[in-house]
């Protein structure tokens, strides 16, 4: 197991985590939920995009490279009309509620 990307934003986590899904790539957030349960994003509880094999991390980091640009992810997402939570651009549906992104 290896660590690949640490962040309070599990949008942005979750979005990776699809990206390496998509390659067949081994992974897993470890501390999603223990971190939005209790509002803790230090130390060992921020959430971490982990990757199951060692040996993946290379071709892990160069598919993210693209996506991880400030400026891009944030030009990227949108915002949800109705729970106004922040999304990737390639999600047409908000993550959370389901809510279209142009209503």
Do not use: Y
């Not at 979005?15 to 957030?29: Q, V």
Request: charged share 20%; with cysteine; hydrophobic share 40%.
């Amino acid at each position: 197991m290896r660590d690949l990307i640490t962040s309070i934003d599990s949008t942005r986590l979750g979005f990776f985590k699809s990206i390496l899904d998509e390659a067949e790539i081994a992974c897993f957030i470890r501390n999603e939920t223990t971190a939005q349960l209790t509002n803790i994003f230090i130390g060992p509880l921020q959430p971490t995009l982990c990757l199951v094999e060692d040996a993946d991390f290379e071709r892990a980091s160069a598919l993210l490279v693209p996506h991880q640009t400030e400026g891009a992810c944030a030009a990227e997402e949108w915002l949800c009309p109705q729970c106004k939570e922040s999304n990737p651009a390639s999600f047409e549906l908000c993550w959370k509620c389901q809510t279209a992104q142009h209503e």
